[in-house]
């Protein structure tokens, strides 16, 4: 056997056990692969028993095979989970108003105003060659200028309003803009909100009130449906859905019930000597939630034309009576003197 033929023995003996090698690592790493796979489905049919076990049953570390490891396990996930929720379902924030600063005794805070802005206030319309408008309700300017002297206004929109950092590049801000263009001086709107400070329940979007950090018995609520205040609707006025009527009166009608509404509460406050003032939930249940101005606006007009029907009354009976008198008509009868009047007593 010559040299070259020894070389090449050798290397095919190196090659085969190199391969008979490799094949038994392969048969280890196999192993060790499906040990990992099948172990890892075990603890993830455990974990989930586990959680079952924590939501389902009232004392889950008795439950059968319960093991204290994979308990904490489950109870983190559990917390983890519910954190998450929260975090997706409710507003940032406790308070979406901040707290107010102490007021000298006998003093009192204003109401607070919360608006929706679409259908409410605001409606916007495509046109062909412009684009998407947003037209004003007739009256806006005037009710945010009046409303802004007796009420703390919160404009609280279905729209994204630009306020939470989000991670994408572009974020809506469609409240803040309008509120920019209604108010760019910052002196009526007091504060701006939107959808990311609103609860969602069931798919839906509802708007807290509790999270305004104010006292229900001070909040109102202006909105063209109920749904949006699932847990308040005492608290809440119902304006009809506006959709570009120009002729629509509707802010008109209710900036009367409203500023009613501010001078009770600084009747009950300063002659009645009442620290909280009036309750707008009572206000707003004697009128009802639908149509409130309206109701409100007729129960004034009544009363209005019954004073001067009954001062009118007053006045012409006072007329006739003093024209009888003249006419002597209705003289005086008085009884005949008894006795002789030159005598004494």
């Not at 790493?29 to 455990?46: A, D, E, N, R």
């Not at 308070?95 to 109401?111: E, I, S």
């Not at 009576?321 to 008085?334: D, T």
């Amino acid at each position: 056997m010559t040299i070259n033929s020894k070389k090449r023995v050798k290397q095919y003996l190196n090659n085969a056990l190199i391969l008979d090698n490799f094949k038994t690592y392969r048969k280890i790493l196999f192993v060790i692969g499906k040990t990992i796979k099948y172990t890892l489905w075990v603890s993830f049919g455990l974990f989930w028993y586990h959680m079952y076990l924590l939501k389902k049953t009232d004392k889950p570390e008795k439950g059968f095979m319960a093991n204290e490891t994979f308990m904490n396990f489950a109870k983190s996930a559990d917390y983890a989970f519910y954190d998450l929720k929260l975090l997706l379902t409710r507003p940032p924030v406790e308070k979406l108003l901040p707290d107010r600063p102490p007021l000298p005794p006998g003093a009192g805070y204003p109401k607070t105003l919360v608006v929706n802005m679409r259908g409410t206030l605001v409606h916007s319309e495509y046109k062909f060659g412009s684009g998407f408008e947003i037209l004003k309700r007739p009256g806006l300017s005037v009710f945010l200028q009046r409303m802004s002297r007796f009420y703390e206004i919160v404009i609280f929109g279905d729209e994204e309003s630009g306020v939470r950092i989000s991670l994408y590049k572009q974020q809506s801000q469609i409240v803040n803009d309008i509120c920019d263009a209604l108010d760019p001086n910052y002196q009526m709107i007091m504060a701006r909100l939107g959808r990311e400070s609103t609860l969602l329940k069931n798919g839906k979007y509802i708007k807290d009130l509790s999270y305004m950090n104010r006292n229900l018995k001070d909040v109102v609520y202006i909105d063209f449906q109920d749904e949006k205040v699932e847990f308040h609707k005492d608290n809440a006025i119902i304006l009809p859905l506006w959709e570009g009527n120009p002729d629509d009166r509707e802010l008109y009608d209710i900036m009367p019930f409203l500023e009613s509404i501010n001078i009770l509460n600084l009747i009950q406050l300063i002659d009645l000597g009442q620290a909280q003032g009036c309750d707008i939930r009572q206000e707003i249940k004697k009128f009802g939630r639908e149509g409130t101005g309206k109701k409100y606006l007729e129960i004034q007009n009544a009363r209005r034309d019954l004073i001067l029907k009954q001062r009118n009354t007053g006045i012409s009976g006072m007329v006739s009576s003093i024209g009888k008198i003249q006419q002597g008509q209705n003289k005086p009868n008085f009884p005949p003197p008894s006795g002789n009047l030159s005598g004494r007593d």
